[in-house]
């Protein structure tokens, strides 16, 4: 047991730290240091070089035992630096780590201030608040939970597929949510892939079937993440598996049945094809979709319109899959990690009216064009225009929906790379005259910029210049029936009209429709652009501020192929961590209830942000659940009758500090 | 709620037909509104360009006057001209978002005895009747729908740019949407906020003139029968640099060109005197509209 609790005289040790230069050249360091001194409780007072090396470290635990210390303040960086680094030296030194303190005099002082006279001064009001808050703390101990080793993870894109796969050969047992019939994502929709230009489908389709036929992975498609329960290493999740009405153990993927449908041909824009052809009401998205099992549409099957459909699926289908009777059925899980892989929408062109999209046929989206060219696409892979035409002048306008203020700032990073890629396809395809309408080419990658080097030297053409319009405005007789093209090219400062006869809109990269709705439903952050939150941009890229979930892919930020396949690798490391080390040691910052004072009100319940309170019927009493108590505060702020208190918070913690700011003594020190 | 009308002096002048038209319709519509009394100059694009700080104390003493004759709640100044509509506007939305701006005009007004607080709304006639009024009311008050005939919207550019109000700043839609109620077809164009020359016609005539052919001959090629504008500017330059136009370039453009409220006019049953027809250089042919007492048909 770590000792000295509250009932022995408190004897502080202070250390100050000049971080370099970075705090000494605006703080007098030696000054602070001996003005604490001074101050009653204070045994040792001192600065240093750097406290956070290991001979500051080592002074610390030298110092509790030679001068029976028992409070530690360092004044240096952010807590949420070093704060960890420091309790671990105390617990060294053979000291609750909670009767530690830190006093942020870098980010708080040197370096938002340049007057040294008052930044000193600043730095020993600062410290002398913690030096009359340290009386009050106490003994806290550190609490753990278990880890359930199975995991979640939520769309099957590439980045689901590949943390699927490397938690599953690491032997631990994966749930696969994907919401479409499918797992494969955008990616299974793309032709080829930049740099290499090898098949995407190629590179896919051997992951997917993979992942369907993984002994440690339970794949359920056509299913969505209905609810979630619990905390870190506990969760407890529904999913709503939406009827295929296809018996799932029963359907081979014959296709029998969708031959014999009564519609003759398909009616309904398929959503693999982005609309460019039809499906039936019973289909398969694409021939490698995994699962390769047929669903059915309620949307548009006649027997779910009108109950009188011939049902010649029913009749073709020999081992009797079909079953129009079932039923939405909810699976409960439990999995004590969750990654989120749940890509991105492409942005919707027909937001920016000015080029056309949805008015002339013949502009296409990015993500069309992918189809269009792909031997499985609408048409095998001919490029034949929505005219009917083969085009021979082609422009692809570079950040339609990105780098833009009036749609969306961000750069998605992935549309100058599959430009340049679809304008080597189409030339490919076609020989058409390509013209690419660029901004900027960002083309930072490993190879990326060979690959456009090799674009020009293919002679696509390169404009740099963002496009005002494209109309069918023609004012040249050469200009009719074309496309016209207008942009300032501003490499030669002159405005030109390109006449194609083919438009591609290079669309950007956006949040999911629904991505707020998921962020609530695991209790993440998103940042303002809406993408989901990290829990930090450099260090924890795959973190969340929830513990225990994770974000790997598009849904994190735009990013291509290679980037969101090692964003997964490391959320599924992440979560190998948690899962290995079989428990997680809790911060002790959280709230409790002081149960004679609280009255039942149930105030606290609605507005706990992390769902971490529940009450006790019997009793009539609010109850706060540990592990999910991220130590905010505001049930401590909102509670009527005071009954809710927090650790390393309380009353008189912040009242003594408020009273060693304003110079006051606090009555517990004197 | 009661509209305030700021007419501006092209409604006085070149665009007498505007505001003749604009108050008929109003009124048939039983739309409530009043001048704003001792109203003064916008300043229009050309003051802003030399002072923008003495050119939002002239507008802004309009906005200022607004709130004096409205004394509570949020006031709607209708602007039809698209000038007077982006000058006031602009003033609006700087005076709101810069508070050493707000400061500034306000000393300037305190000394006239007057102060804005910031409760005007500018608005265009175009949004007041689509989007206040409503489409469907408008839908049933139509009296002659204007069957067959072909309109080519025109929007001109100050309405909507720089700032979006109420509608898509390159491509807008709702005189398009109201051209669709009031029976006619509305032509599908990419020109209908390309810039028609402004004061250029008066001052580097050559430019002004190639700016409005460019206009007049796509909106002839797309079939339309008629333009309409929204700003008296536009419809001045659009309507009588046609013959000049002619002789210039060796075209042969002839289409009529009105004001949006003429037209709705027309569907709703008002005389030719009501919405200042006889003041257009053309007249549509509008055979198609029949008039019970063939009264509008012989008009056009």
């Given at each position: 047991m770590h000792g000295n609790g509250h009932n022995g005289t408190v004897r502080i040790g202070f250390y100050i730290c000049h971080c370099g230069h970075n705090i000494a050249s605006i703080v007098d360091v030696k000054a602070v240091s001996e003005y604490i001194k001074s101050l009653s409780g204070v045994v040792i007072s001192c600065e240093y070089k750097y406290m956070c090396s290991d001979p500051g470290q080592e002074l610390i635990q030298k110092d509790i035992k030679e001068h029976s210390l028992n409070r530690i303040i360092v004044a240096s960086c952010s807590p949420l630096l070093h704060e960890h680094t420091f309790r671990t030296a105390v617990e060294k030194g053979g000291l609750n780590p909670y009767y530690f303190q830190m006093v942020n005099i870098r980010e708080d002082v040197s370096w938002v201030h340049t007057d040294m006279k008052a930044a000193t001064e600043k730095a020993k009001d600062l410290s002398r608040a913690a030096v009359q808050r340290v009386f009050h703390h106490k003994s806290l101990e550190t609490k753990h939970v278990k880890i359930h080793p199975d995991v979640l993870i939520v769309g099957g894109g590439i980045a689901g597929i590949h943390a699927a796969l490397t938690l599953a050969n690491a032997g631990k047992k994966v749930y696969l949510i994907e919401r479409n019939p499918t797992i494969g994502g955008h990616m299974a929709m793309f032709d080829k892939t930049f740099p290499t230009l090898d098949c995407a489908a190629c590179i896919l389709t051997p992951k997917m079937s993979q992942v369907k036929n993984h002994p440690n992975i339970i794949l359920w498609t056509y299913s969505e993440v209905a609810k979630v329960d619990g905390y870190v290493g506990n969760y407890k999740i529904s999913i709503r598996r939406k009827p295929r009405y296809v018996n799932e153990e029963l359907c081979v993927g014959c296709m029998d049945c969708i031959e014999k449908c009564v519609y003759k041909e398909g009616k309904t824009p398929d959503e693999f094809n982005v609309g460019l052809s039809k499906r039936k009401p019973i289909y398969i998205p694409f021939p490698q979709a995994t699962p390769q099992i047929v669903v059915i549409d309620?949307?548009?099957c006649i027997e779910f319109k009108s109950g009188r459909c011939k049902k010649t699926c029913v009749e073709a289908c020999d081992r009797k899959a079909i079953d129009f009777k079932q039923k939405e059925e909810i699976k409960e899980i439990e999995v004590g990690t969750i990654i989120l892989t749940t890509g991105y929408q492409t942005f919707d062109a027909s937001r920016v009216p000015f080029y056309g999209y949805g008015k002339y046929p013949n502009v296409y989206t990015s993500l069309e064009v992918e189809r269009l060219v792909n031997a499985s696409g609408p048409t095998g892979g001919e490029l034949i225009l929505r005219d009917g035409r083969h085009p021979k002048t082609v422009g692809i306008i570079h950040c339609v929906g990105s780098r833009d203020k009036n749609t969306n700032r961000w750069c998605s990073r992935t549309c100058c790379m599959y430009s340049l890629k679809l304008a080597h396809l189409l030339k490919e395809h076609t020989d058409a005259e390509v013209y690419n309408f660029y901004i900027d080419i960002r083309a930072a990658g490993k190879s990326y910029e060979e690959f456009y080097d090799k674009l020009l030297d293919e002679n696509v053409h390169f404009i740099r210049g963002r496009v005002a319009e494209v109309s069918d405005w023609a004012v040249r007789p050469s200009e009719e029936g074309k496309l016209i093209i207008r942009a300032e090219d501003t490499l030669i400062g002159i405005v030109r009209r390109v006449p194609v006869d083919m438009v591609v809109l290079a669309v950007g990269m956006e949040p999911q429709a629904d991505s707020q709705d998921v962020r609530r439903m695991f209790n993440i952050s998103c940042s303002t652009e809406g993408f989901f939150l990290e829990r930090h941009p450099k260090l924890a890229p795959v973190d969340t501020f929830t513990d225990g979930i994770f974000i790997a892919g598009a849904c994190q930020g735009p990013k291509d192929i290679p980037d969101s396949v090692a964003q997964a690798g490391a959320a599924a490391a992440q979560a190998l961590i948690l899962i290995d080390s079989g428990e997680i040691e809790l911060e002790p910052n959280t709230a409790y209830v002081v149960q004679n004072e609280c009255s039942g009100c149930r105030t606290c319940l609605t507005i706990c942000p992390f769902t971490a309170i529940s009450r006790d019927e019997a009793k009539q009493k609010a109850f706060i659940n540990e592990a999910l108590c991220?130590?905010?505060g505001t049930c401590v702020a909102a509670c009527p009758s005071g009954a809710i208190k927090q650790n390393l918070f309380e009353d008189e913690m912040i009242f003594s500090e408020i009273d060693g700011l304003l110079k006051m003594e606090s009555p517990a020190c004197c | 709620m009661k509209y305030l009308y700021y007419p501006g002096c092209s409604l006085r002048s070149t665009g007498r037909a505007y505001e003749e038209s604009l108050l008929s319709v109003l009124k048939v519509l039983d739309i409530p509104f009043e001048e704003l009394n001792d109203w003064n100059c916008c300043g229009a694009t050309s003051y802003v360009s030399i002072d923008e700080t003495d050119a939002f104390a002239l507008a802004a003493r309009n906005l200022a006057l607004a709130e004096l004759q409205s004394p509570d709640g949020t006031i709607n100044l209708i602007a039809p001209c698209s000038a007077c509509f982006l000058v006031l506007l602009k003033t609006e939305r700087y005076l709101e978002s810069y508070p050493d701006v707000r400061e500034k005009i306000n000393s300037t007004l305190d000394k006239a005895g007057l102060h804005y607080h910031g409760r005007v709304n500018v608005r265009h006639p175009l949004d007041v009747f689509v989007n206040d009024y409503g489409l469907e009311n408008i839908t049933k008050r139509v009296k002659y729908p204007l069957k067959g005939l072909k309109v080519a919207s025109y929007y001109g550019c100050q309405m909507v740019r720089p700032f979006k109000t109420f509608d898509h700043s390159h491509y807008p839609e709702t005189m398009d949407r109201l051209v669709k109620v009031l029976g006619a077809e509305p032509v599908d164009w990419p020109l209908k906020t390309r810039c028609c020359g402004g004061s250029l016609t008066g001052t580097i005539q050559e430019a002004g003139l190639r700016l409005n052919r460019l206009l007049l001959k796509e909106a002839e090629k797309r079939g339309a029968d008629i333009m309409l504008t929204c700003c008296p500017l536009c419809q001045h330059n659009l309507e009588c640099y046609q013959e000049r136009i002619n002789r210039k370039f060796d075209e042969k453009i002839n289409i009529p060109v009105a004001f949006f409220t003429q037209l709705m006019g027309v569907a709703l049953g008002l005389s030719e005197k009501e919405l200042g027809m006889q003041r257009l250089f053309k007249m549509p042919s509008l055979k198609q509209i029949t008039h019970p007492k063939g009264e509008m048909a012989n008009a056009w």
């Amino acid at each position: 047991m770590h000792g000295n609790g509250h009932n022995g005289t408190v004897r502080i040790g202070f250390y100050i730290c000049h971080c370099g230069h970075n705090i000494a050249s605006i703080v007098d360091v030696k000054a602070v240091s001996e003005y604490i001194k001074s101050l009653s409780g204070v045994v040792i007072s001192c600065e240093y070089k750097y406290m956070c090396s290991d001979p500051g470290q080592e002074l610390i635990q030298k110092d509790i035992k030679e001068h029976s210390l028992n409070r530690i303040i360092v004044a240096s960086c952010s807590p949420l630096l070093h704060e960890h680094t420091f309790r671990t030296a105390v617990e060294k030194g053979g000291l609750n780590p909670y009767y530690f303190q830190m006093v942020n005099i870098r980010e708080d002082v040197s370096w938002v201030h340049t007057d040294m006279k008052a930044a000193t001064e600043k730095a020993k009001d600062l410290s002398r608040a913690a030096v009359q808050r340290v009386f009050h703390h106490k003994s806290l101990e550190t609490k753990h939970v278990k880890i359930h080793p199975d995991v979640l993870i939520v769309g099957g894109g590439i980045a689901g597929i590949h943390a699927a796969l490397t938690l599953a050969n690491a032997g631990k047992k994966v749930y696969l949510i994907e919401r479409n019939p499918t797992i494969g994502g955008h990616m299974a929709m793309f032709d080829k892939t930049f740099p290499t230009l090898d098949c995407a489908a190629c590179i896919l389709t051997p992951k997917m079937s993979q992942v369907k036929n993984h002994p440690n992975i339970i794949l359920w498609t056509y299913s969505e993440v209905a609810k979630v329960d619990g905390y870190v290493g506990n969760y407890k999740i529904s999913i709503r598996r939406k009827p295929r009405y296809v018996n799932e153990e029963l359907c081979v993927g014959c296709m029998d049945c969708i031959e014999k449908c009564v519609y003759k041909e398909g009616k309904t824009p398929d959503e693999f094809n982005v609309g460019l052809s039809k499906r039936k009401p019973i289909y398969i998205p694409f021939p490698q979709a995994t699962p390769q099992i047929v669903v059915i549409d309620r949307e548009t099957c006649i027997e779910f319109k009108s109950g009188r459909c011939k049902k010649t699926c029913v009749e073709a289908c020999d081992r009797k899959a079909i079953d129009f009777k079932q039923k939405e059925e909810i699976k409960e899980i439990e999995v004590g990690t969750i990654i989120l892989t749940t890509g991105y929408q492409t942005f919707d062109a027909s937001r920016v009216p000015f080029y056309g999209y949805g008015k002339y046929p013949n502009v296409y989206t990015s993500l069309e064009v992918e189809r269009l060219v792909n031997a499985s696409g609408p048409t095998g892979g001919e490029l034949i225009l929505r005219d009917g035409r083969h085009p021979k002048t082609v422009g692809i306008i570079h950040c339609v929906g990105s780098r833009d203020k009036n749609t969306n700032r961000w750069c998605s990073r992935t549309c100058c790379m599959y430009s340049l890629k679809l304008a080597h396809l189409l030339k490919e395809h076609t020989d058409a005259e390509v013209y690419n309408f660029y901004i900027d080419i960002r083309a930072a990658g490993k190879s990326y910029e060979e690959f456009y080097d090799k674009l020009l030297d293919e002679n696509v053409h390169f404009i740099r210049g963002r496009v005002a319009e494209v109309s069918d405005w023609a004012v040249r007789p050469s200009e009719e029936g074309k496309l016209i093209i207008r942009a300032e090219d501003t490499l030669i400062g002159i405005v030109r009209r390109v006449p194609v006869d083919m438009v591609v809109l290079a669309v950007g990269m956006e949040p999911q429709a629904d991505s707020q709705d998921v962020r609530r439903m695991f209790n993440i952050s998103c940042s303002t652009e809406g993408f989901f939150l990290e829990r930090h941009p450099k260090l924890a890229p795959v973190d969340t501020f929830t513990d225990g979930i994770f974000i790997a892919g598009a849904c994190q930020g735009p990013k291509d192929i290679p980037d969101s396949v090692a964003q997964a690798g490391a959320a599924a490391a992440q979560a190998l961590i948690l899962i290995d080390s079989g428990e997680i040691e809790l911060e002790p910052n959280t709230a409790y209830v002081v149960q004679n004072e609280c009255s039942g009100c149930r105030t606290c319940l609605t507005i706990c942000p992390f769902t971490a309170i529940s009450r006790d019927e019997a009793k009539q009493k609010a109850f706060i659940n540990e592990a999910l108590c991220k130590g905010c505060g505001t049930c401590v702020a909102a509670c009527p009758s005071g009954a809710i208190k927090q650790n390393l918070f309380e009353d008189e913690m912040i009242f003594s500090e408020i009273d060693g700011l304003l110079k006051m003594e606090s009555p517990a020190c004197c | 709620m009661k509209y305030l009308y700021y007419p501006g002096c092209s409604l006085r002048s070149t665009g007498r037909a505007y505001e003749e038209s604009l108050l008929s319709v109003l009124k048939v519509l039983d739309i409530p509104f009043e001048e704003l009394n001792d109203w003064n100059c916008c300043g229009a694009t050309s003051y802003v360009s030399i002072d923008e700080t003495d050119a939002f104390a002239l507008a802004a003493r309009n906005l200022a006057l607004a709130e004096l004759q409205s004394p509570d709640g949020t006031i709607n100044l209708i602007a039809p001209c698209s000038a007077c509509f982006l000058v006031l506007l602009k003033t609006e939305r700087y005076l709101e978002s810069y508070p050493d701006v707000r400061e500034k005009i306000n000393s300037t007004l305190d000394k006239a005895g007057l102060h804005y607080h910031g409760r005007v709304n500018v608005r265009h006639p175009l949004d007041v009747f689509v989007n206040d009024y409503g489409l469907e009311n408008i839908t049933k008050r139509v009296k002659y729908p204007l069957k067959g005939l072909k309109v080519a919207s025109y929007y001109g550019c100050q309405m909507v740019r720089p700032f979006k109000t109420f509608d898509h700043s390159h491509y807008p839609e709702t005189m398009d949407r109201l051209v669709k109620v009031l029976g006619a077809e509305p032509v599908d164009w990419p020109l209908k906020t390309r810039c028609c020359g402004g004061s250029l016609t008066g001052t580097i005539q050559e430019a002004g003139l190639r700016l409005n052919r460019l206009l007049l001959k796509e909106a002839e090629k797309r079939g339309a029968d008629i333009m309409l504008t929204c700003c008296p500017l536009c419809q001045h330059n659009l309507e009588c640099y046609q013959e000049r136009i002619n002789r210039k370039f060796d075209e042969k453009i002839n289409i009529p060109v009105a004001f949006f409220t003429q037209l709705m006019g027309v569907a709703l049953g008002l005389s030719e005197k009501e919405l200042g027809m006889q003041r257009l250089f053309k007249m549509p042919s509008l055979k198609q509209i029949t008039h019970p007492k063939g009264e509008m048909a012989n008009a056009w």
